[in-house]
């Protein structure tokens, strides 16, 4: 059996506000950019600041928050990320070094969007049922924000940048039960960055403008909003579905539904689309924004502090007084994957 242990995150210390991106496009008001997507302020690293940086600044606050957790116990790192600091080495073995972990240590890197937490799980939980491993540092870090162009308002009032930390091991306070995971890549281009890997190595500076004035460039991220939210609404309940049944539960087994924060709009549409009672429905993206893979942990690791996820439980597996969390995630690739999380009392 596999359970989480401990999560901790980390948030870049610069804030964007609502205030300050109506400052650089006036055509919006802060009212609209919060309705419009939910999010009041993101943080955003700095301009010498990766992914890197904040996978050990999340992994260093995860140790220094549970001193039971030694870093000599640790057998296996994996990071997700979509933003490495190079294309080789993987940034997973400089973690480490950076660390100190010990050199017995598998470490690699996997590239994944909004799915990839789901999918951090499921190779945790596959490594320790394999006699692989038994303490596993599981990191996620983004920062989309240096795939957006400047003038790319739409995506700059979505994303935030972040990282987080979970160890997944023998024991714990949530045992990771079965999964439901999917991809379908004739998706891929409405979520993309087109150059800087070995398909299109250099920038080809072909910016132009669509009729709204968004910037549509091959050198930055580009987002088909429409066609990504026809995908989610498409696939999301599919998901669950299948994940429910896995589990041989229903959704009226649910204590806790942790989406991808995707924004408001489109949460709110796949909760009522599904019927889940919004006491169940767990969002917390208005003051971090959309953080990709980050998103899920952080909202998991929030919800436990807010006292929403029971205190006083073991880690014996049973049928019954179980606290069931279902995690979703979505996007880029198309990639989507959910989960049940079972914590016991």
């Known amino acids: 059996m596999a359970f989480i242990k401990a999560i901790s995150y980390v948030l870049p210390d610069k804030i964007v506000s609502n205030e300050e991106l109506v400052k650089e496009f006036p055509e919006w008001t802060v009212d609209k950019i919060a309705n419009k997507v939910g999010v009041n302020n993101r943080h955003i690293v700095k301009e010498n600041e990766t992914a890197t940086n904040l996978a050990i600044k999340a992994a260093e606050k995860l140790f220094e928050d549970h001193p039971e957790i030694k870093k000599e116990d640790i057998d296996f790192i ?80 979505i994303f935030g940048d972040a990282a987080t930390a979970t160890i997944v091991s023998t024991e714990g306070w949530a045992e990771i039960e079965d999964f439901s995971l999917g991809t379908d890549g004739r998706g891929a281009e409405n979520l993309i960055v087109k150059t800087g890997g070995m398909r299109n190595p250099e920038k080809v500076n072909d910016l132009e403008f669509d009729e709204n004035g968004n910037p549509i460039s091959s050198d930055y991220l580009f987002m088909n909003g429409a066609k990504i939210f026809t995908f989610t609404q498409k696939n999301v309940p599919l998901v669950v579905k299948d994940c429910l049944e896995k589990n041989h539960l229903s959704m009226e087994d649910i204590n806790l539904v942790i989406f991808h924060q995707a924004n408001s709009y489109m949460l709110e549409f796949l909760r009522n689309k599904m019927k889940i009672p919004k006491e169940k429905f767990f969002i917390n993206m208005a003051e971090i924004g959309n953080t990709v893979s980050n998103s899920i942990p952080i909202a998991l690791a929030d919800a436990k502090l807010q006292g929403l996820i029971p205190a006083n439980f073991t880690s014996q597996n049973s049928q019954t007084n179980a606290f069931n969390i279902l995690l979703t995630g979505f996007g880029v690739g198309y990639s989507w994957g959910a989960c049940i999380l079972k914590v016991n009392s």
């Open 78 to 157: 994996i990071l997700c990320t979509q933003s490495p600091d190079y294309f080789l080495p993987t940034s997973a073995c400089i973690i480490q070094d950076k660390l100190g972990l010990p050199t017995s240590c598998g470490a690699f890197d996997f590239n994944l969007g909004c799915s990839g937490y789901i999918y951090g799980l499921a190779i945790a939980k596959g490594l320790i049922a394999g006699g692989i491993a038994t303490n596993i540092l599981l990191l996620t870090a983004e920062t989309y924000t240096k795939h957006l162009h400047p003038k790319d308002k739409g995506n700059r009032t």
